[in-house]
């Protein structure tokens, strides 16, 4: 994966850097799958959601139509991603015309995602959801930095939350080597993630 995350969207604009497009759907596919979810579309419209809103990202950044001077791509993409959510509930809702149910005790899902008022919960969702890419994304990178042992010891305690004692005897580690095993992957985390979101 590329260092930053303005290295990968550069090199996304290549139509033909396979590994880029990799790197970019591994990462932002998951979230967006998440968010269209929880925004109440099914599986199917989930997918659909999520493929047309990568395409439309790689398009957008390969016609540099994304300007970072204008904000975090992940900002633009929220855009994206809330527009294509509300077209699928709106194209389903023609297709069942049924009434859909309501969500947090508004009228229904397109009024809510359509009513400007609604924007700092969906905003508090799509955050949550790119913190889980972040977190799932250093993972996957520093587990070779901080070593195995490191990585099962950190994974079993702060992730799992099993009690140091159970962990430390299930490694073969003391206690204190659990702790410090946590906090050298935390820090791991936390630079990988400055260094990719560093534009």
């Known amino acids: 994966m590329q ?3 303005t290295n990968l969207l550069r090199a996304v604009r290549d139509s033909h850097n396979r590994q880029a497009w ?17 925004l109440g579309l099914n599986e199917t419209d989930v997918d659909d959601v999520t493929q ?3 395409i439309i990202a790689q398009r957008s950044l390969q016609e ?6 204008r904000g975090r791509f992940r900002g633009w993409l929220y855009g994206i991603a809330r527009r294509q959510t509300l077209a699928a509930l709106r ?21 809510q995602l359509a009513d400007p008022r609604v924007d700092t919960a969906l905003t508090s969702i799509w955050q949550q959801e790119w913190r889980f890419a972040m977190l799932d994304e250093a993972l996957r990178h520093v587990r070779a930095e901080v070593g195995e042992k490191s990585f099962q010891a950190f994974c079993r305690y702060a992730i799992e939350r099993r009690p140091v004692g159970e962990v430390a ?6 206690p204190s080597s659990v702790y ?3 906090s ?5 985390i936390r630079r990988w993630v400055r260094q990719f979101e560093t534009r």
């Open 3 to 5: 260092t930053t995350q």
């Open 22 to 38: 990799g790197d970019f759907y591994r990462l932002y596919a998951p979230m967006l799958r998440h968010f269209a979810h929880r």
């Open 52 to 54: 047309e809103v990568l």
């Open 64 to 69: 540099h139509r994304y300007d970072p001077g």
């Open 91 to 111: 194209a389903r809702r023609r297709r069942t015309r049924i009434q859909l149910a309501p969500l947090d005790g508004l009228l229904d899902p397109i009024q």
């Open 169 to 174: 005897d299930e490694l073969g580690l003391s």
């Open 180 to 182: 410090v095993y946590k």
């Open 184 to 188: 050298r992957v935390l820090e791991a």
